[in-house]
């Protein structure tokens, strides 16, 4: 059996699949995805590499931001540290080498990441045993005391559904077959016109509208958490506040590709739609923070000082490279716009370092 034979058989079976079934199918299978390969998928040798593997500077900073928001929220004595999606498990490596140096912080923390993939949960165990973390799967597994939680490029990873409006009627972007077997992506009517009509009733026809269920089910249900013990989130991704259209993408050996292709092999990915979570923060009654850039975010943390103390203790080649990568998470036309950073906190509760400021 290999993947493609898996959705073939699906689609025989019970007609074209959406868009997020087949994400599920090429991230998630537990032999065949994405995320269950041997393979380094993560870092400079893999298919794409995130900010905390192109430099210790970001981890760090985004350790610095987590610490403070607990300095101002009293120094709770105990709460969780959160990650979703930790990865190879580089970003909570150097959160905790930076908040190790505040007193009292890494004693009152818990450390508990939220990882689906077996393989990548011993890739950060082996980086972080040291920290004794918890593994859970399911975010409602979160522990009910206050908590400060970090998410790096996991939200894109999340599958999406897509719709499109053709002649006044919405119809769902799917996965389907061509006569000779082959997959193809194939427009079927949707029967949630209804639903779809007033929700985006000013979109035109021919628009694709992406949607994502699975990632509404698990941010309401830290929302909620948060709502109940106090806490903080930070989301870090690439996504859009304003506007719609179709993003999926599928990243193979650092190139672009065909997502319908090596099935398994390559990243799936779709733009983070900031606007829908910023509507679930305010029906949850939490308080978003501003819709910052990657650049001002870690530009306001220091890290150009951060970055030029580091400099002092390294060779020439070395400090090139060095700051080659600052360039990289920081530069316009780099890492630094594409690069979004929001932060969700309890109403009533300090501002939040930088995005409130
Ligand atoms: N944050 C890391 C890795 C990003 S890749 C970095 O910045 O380098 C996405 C991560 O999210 C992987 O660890 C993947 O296994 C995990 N992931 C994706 N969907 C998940 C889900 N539904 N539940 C738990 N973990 C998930």
Not at 314 to 332: C, E, F, N, T, Y
Request: aromatic letters at 8%; a positive charge.
């Amino acid at each position: 059996m290999s993947l493609k034979n898996l959705i073939t058989k699906e689609i025989l079976k019970s007609g074209p699949i959406t868009i997020a079934r087949f994400m599920e199918y090429c991230l998630y299978h537990e032999n065949y995805g994405y995320y269950a390969s041997k393979k380094n998928t993560i870092g400079a040798e893999g298919d794409f590499i995130t900010s905390p593997e192109i430099s210790q500077v970001f981890g760090e900073l985004i350790g610095i931001w987590l610490a403070q928001t607990w300095i101002d929220r009293g120094k709770p004595k105990n709460f969780s540290l959160v990650e979703l999606g930790p990865g190879n498990g580089i970003m909570m490596r150097d959160i905790l080498h930076a908040i190790r140096k505040i007193p009292g912080c890494l004693d009152a923390a818990s450390i508990v990441l939220v990882e689906k993939s077996q393989i990548l949960r011993s890739r950060q165990k082996n980086l972080l045993i040291h920290y004794s973390p918890s593994w859970i799967e399911s975010v409602d597994d979160i522990p009910e005391k206050p908590f400060f939680l970090v998410a790096n490029e996991f939200l894109d990873a999340l599958p999406i559904r897509q719709f499109k409006k053709e002649n006044d009627f919405w119809c769902e972007r799917s996965v389907g077959l061509t006569d000779t077997g082959e997959l193809k992506f194939i427009n079927i009517p949707s029967n949630l016109n209804i639903e779809l009509n007033y929700l985006y009733r000013d979109i035109p026809n021919n628009v694709i509208v992406e949607t994502s269920d699975i990632t509404k089910n698990i941010l309401s249900r830290i929302f909620e958490k948060i709502a109940r013990n106090s806490g903080v989130c930070l989301f870090i991704d690439y996504g859009y506040l304003e506007g719609q259209g179709e993003t999926l993408q599928a990243v193979h050996k650092h190139s672009y590709a065909n997502p319908l292709d090596n099935l398994g092999e390559s990243d799936l990915t779709a733009q983070v739609n900031f606007k829908s979570i910023y509507n679930l923060i305010l029906r949850k009654g939490l308080r978003a923070s501003n819709f910052e850039n990657q650049r001002n975010f870690l530009t306001g943390l220091g890290i150009k000082n951060r970055s030029e103390i580091l400099t002092k203790k390294m060779s020439k080649v070395q400090k090139k490279d060095h700051l080659k990568a600052i360039d990289r998470l920081i530069g316009p036309n780099q890492m630094g716009n594409l690069f979004k950073v929001m932060g969700v906190t309890n109403r009533g509760s300090p501002k939040l370092p930088i995005l409130e400021q």
